[in-house]
């Protein structure tokens, strides 16, 4: 006798539909360690607020409460430069997704470039979770039913696995 789940078991697409204000983002003042000139960091804002305007994200204003998170962090060590980005879950500390680069040897225009490039990923590793997360809906307690396909038992010694993309029954 094999334990199954009841056939009413429904998969659902997490990202299929979105609530409306999932895509606003309120994007804060970039955070810097180590020594970075105001200039630089001004630049590095403006790209980051262009970069994220032609993705799927809408920016409102700072005192937007409906609006996720988008943290920025810069450490620099002298002309190299850590740079990462995450948004965060609104009303949470909770990371949806983060991105990451190193420049080394940068000067302002490849480090704004290296910024902008970075929220296009954001962006794009966002709209991935969104498709490909499958959430199981099943119900409390699993029914027994015995499988006995061609009128004979399944001699299993593993227990059963189904695969539905990257999640594991």
């Known amino acids: 006798m ?47 607020g262009e970069a994220l305007a032609r993705t799927h994200f809408e920016i409102v204003e700072p005192g937007d409460a409906h609006a996720q998170l ?9 002309r ?9 879950e609104r ?9 990451e680069e190193q420049c080394d040897t940068c000067g302002t ?3 704004a470039e290296t910024i902008g490039s970075l929220a296009i990923a954001l962006s794009r590793q966002v709209e991935l979770q969104q498709r490909s997360a499958v959430q199981v809906v099943a119900p409390r307690a699993p029914v027994e039913a ?18 539905i993309g990257w999640a594991a029954l």
């Open 2 to 48: 094999i334990m199954l789940a009841d056939a009413r078991v429904a998969l659902q697409h997490a990202g299929a539909a979105p609530r409306p204000d999932d895509h606003r983002v309120r994007v804060e003042p970039i955070g810097v360690a180590g020594e970075l000139s105001p200039a630089v960091r001004e630049a590095l804002q403006a790209r980051l």
């Open 70 to 78: 988008v943290r920025t962090q810069v450490v620099a060590h002298g």
């Open 80 to 88: 190299d430069l850590d740079i990462a980005i995450e948004l965060v």
């Open 91 to 99: 009303g949470s500390t909770r990371v949806i997704a983060r991105v």
């Open 109 to 111: 225009v490849e480090a």
């Open 146 to 163: 015995p499988v006995q396909p061609l009128d004979r038992p399944i001699a299993a010694r593993r227990p059963v696995r189904w695969g």
